[in-house]
């Protein structure tokens, strides 16, 4: 399997691709369009993308679900366990200045503040790394993965730095061809896009069904479509798989007040959410 990711060797996606599909080949991409854009032109590639943080919410990447409406094939709950990596022989003293994306500063601003380190944003976390491998001074670090200390052969100064312990992101696999597992015994999840007719109380009207059919919506997010601010996408994510009846009549009901309805995806819901 090839799965191309937004970063270079060592940031957390590559780590939650080889985690959960360890003969796969990852490919580095340098932003998350170019992910969507690989996967949509070859079928045998598919993309791995982080959709949200248990800390920091939503990542931002709805339009570009919207923009490719690639098939989602699984959700993968990594967790996102942040190291403070130095030089090598580098102490928490010696260091002044850390270096990582906004995202990773923002769930390790404790242990910053504690510290009284300087932040500097950059584009990703391994790519700060690799960075602080090349500039050779002890007095600034990089907030990373281990595998990323590992690459570029630094040393983990102080491990588990994030202000939540249970820091997890969720991951979607995402491809071109369309693919949805067979009925079973399992937990599943039916992910789809939305924009609704122009009429009064229209999100009310659409949304009954599942509370007539006792479906359950896990997600719901709003957001406008290119260039206009009055015209609105909706993706939702709900529980239940396409096939099972509830869930065939809450989109059939739904879809009598869509003006456009995409089913993204239906998939096995990911055993962390039994915890």
Same mark, same amino acid.
Request: aromatic share 10%; net charge neutral; charged share 25%.
């Given at each position: 399997?090839?799965?191309?990711?937004?970063?270079?060797?060592?940031?957390?996606?590559?780590?939650?691709?080889?985690?959960?599909?360890?003969?796969?080949?990852?490919?580095?991409?340098?932003?998350? %369009?170019?992910?969507?854009? #690989?996967? +949509?032109?070859?079928?045998?590639?598919?993309? !791995?993308?982080? $959709?949200? @943080?248990?800390? /920091?919410?939503?990542?931002?990447?709805?339009?570009?679900?919207?923009?490719?409406?690639?098939?989602?094939?699984?959700?993968?709950?990594?967790?996102?366990?942040?190291?403070?990596?130095?030089?090598?022989?580098?102490?928490?003293?010696?260091?002044?200045?850390?270096?990582?994306?906004?995202?990773?500063?923002?769930?390790?601003?404790?242990?910053?503040?504690?510290?009284?380190?300087?932040?500097?944003?950059?584009?990703?976390?391994?790519?700060?790394?690799?960075?602080?491998?090349?500039?050779?001074?002890?007095?600034?670090?990089?907030?990373?993965? %281990?595998?990323?200390?590992? #690459?570029? +052969?630094?040393?983990?100064?102080?491990?588990? !730095?994030?202000? $939540?312990? @249970?820091?997890? /992101?969720?991951?979607?696999?995402?491809?071109?061809?369309?693919?949805?597992?067979?009925?079973?015994?399992?937990?599943?999840?039916?992910?789809?896009?939305?924009?609704?007719?122009?009429?009064?109380?229209?999100?009310?009207?659409?949304?009954?069904?599942?509370?007539?059919?006792?479906?359950?919506?896990?997600?719901?997010?709003?957001?406008?479509?290119?260039?206009?601010?009055?015209?609105?996408?909706?993706?939702?994510?709900?529980?239940?798989h396409i096939e099972q009846k509830k869930i065939k009549n809450s989109l059939e009901e739904l879809g009598l007040h869509c003006e456009d309805m995409h089913v993204l995806g239906v998939f096995k819901a990911?055993?962390?959410?039994?915890?």
């Amino acid at each position: 399997m090839k799965i191309a990711y937004q970063g270079i060797p060592g940031s957390y996606s590559e780590s939650c691709a080889k985690s959960n599909y360890p003969d796969c080949q990852t490919i580095s991409c340098k932003t998350f %369009d170019e992910c969507f854009e #690989i996967a +949509n032109k070859d079928n045998t590639i598919k993309t !791995i993308i982080p $959709e949200s @943080n248990k800390t /920091t919410g939503n990542i931002g990447v709805e339009f570009l679900i919207f923009k490719y409406r690639l098939n989602i094939y699984a959700e993968h709950f990594f967790p996102i366990k942040h190291n403070l990596l130095g030089l090598k022989g580098s102490s928490i003293n010696d260091i002044k200045d850390i270096y990582s994306h906004a995202q990773a500063l923002s769930q390790s601003s404790e242990f910053i503040k504690a510290n009284n380190l300087n932040e500097n944003v950059r584009a990703d976390t391994a790519g700060s790394a690799k960075y602080i491998s090349e500039i050779k001074d002890k007095t600034k670090g990089a907030i990373a993965s %281990d595998l990323s200390a590992k #690459i570029y +052969n630094l040393e983990v100064v102080k491990s588990n !730095i994030q202000d $939540e312990k @249970n820091n997890v /992101t969720r991951f979607l696999i995402m491809g071109k061809e369309i693919n949805q597992p067979e009925l079973k015994q399992e937990k599943y999840i039916t992910s789809f896009l939305f924009k609704l007719k122009d009429k009064p109380a229209a999100l009310y009207s659409a949304l009954s069904g599942f509370a007539l059919n006792a479906v359950n919506l896990i997600k719901l997010q709003s957001f406008p479509e290119k260039n206009s601010f009055s015209s609105y996408f909706f993706l939702c994510e709900i529980e239940g798989h396409i096939e099972q009846k509830k869930i065939k009549n809450s989109l059939e009901e739904l879809g009598l007040h869509c003006e456009d309805m995409h089913v993204l995806g239906v998939f096995k819901a990911d055993r962390v959410r039994e915890k």
